[in-house]
Structure formats: C-alpha cells, structure tokens
C-alpha cells in the first residue's frame, strides 16, 4: 500500500476556494489512480472525483462539477484538489485514496487500496 497524507484543509466562508494536497510516499505514484472522496457529520463517504496516472482523465460528482479540479504531479509523488466558489454542504472531512492500476478514474471506493487520514473543510455561511 501507498501512504497518503492530506493536508490544506480549515475553515474558509461561502464562496471562497481552498486547495488540498494529498502527499504519496512508499510506492511507484505514477503506477496509480487517485481519487477524493468527503465525509460529513452522520452522512455516508461520498466520491468527490477522480484522476488517472497520467492525469488526462478526470471525473467528477455532479455536485462539485464547475467548481473543483483534481490534478497531480507525479514529478512531486502529489495529488491536488483546488476548490472553488465553496458551500456549506462542502463541509466534511476529505480523503485522498490511491489504487493501483493505469486504468481510468473510478468512483467506486472499492477500487483504492490505500487511503489518507483526512483533511477537515470547514465553510461557513
């Protein structure tokens, strides 16, 4: 398995961006898939998006299309999230998740095999 860390996340108002990195150590970065994925308070994870190894394909969740980018370096072992025009209900822990394979991204959970701590977004009305 691959170690992610999370980081960039706080508290921010409506409407302002933040950007988060998940940070990969221990394996080939380039030889996975990345995904994001938030937790809110009483609520199931949910997909965020999604990025291939390469980073020419990207997905999204309908809710967070237009406003969140995903990206990677695979120079820098990193994966980002920039977000955008932020809401209340994008309040939740973000997980960055790593899954082995050159295939396109995914937003079944199954498929990533190593998972990040998390990363607390906090946006406030």
């Known amino acids: 398995q691959m170690e992610l860390v999370e980081s960039g996340g706080g508290l921010v108002q409506a409407g302002d961006s933040l950007r988060l990195s998940c940070a990969a150590s221990?394996?080939?970065?380039?030889?996975?898939?990345v995904a994001w994925f938030r937790q809110a308070p009483g609520k199931e994870r949910e997909f965020v998006g999604g990025?291939?190894?390469?980073?020419?394909?990207?997905i999204y969740a309908a809710s967070v299309k237009g406003r969140f980018t995903i990206s990677r370096d695979n120079t820098k072992n990193a994966a980002f999230l920039q977000m955008n025009s932020l809401k209340p209900e994008d309040t939740a822990v973000y997980y960055c998740?790593?899954?082995?394979?050159?295939?396109?991204?995914?937003?079944?959970?199954?498929?990533?095999?190593?998972w990040g701590q998390g990363t607390q977004v906090t946006v406030s009305s």
């Open positions: 998740a790593a899954g082995l394979g050159l295939q396109g991204p995914t937003r079944y959970p199954a498929v990533y095999d190593s």
């Open positions: 221990g394996r080939t970065f380039s030889n996975y898939r």
């Open positions: 990025i291939n190894w390469n980073g020419v394909n990207t």
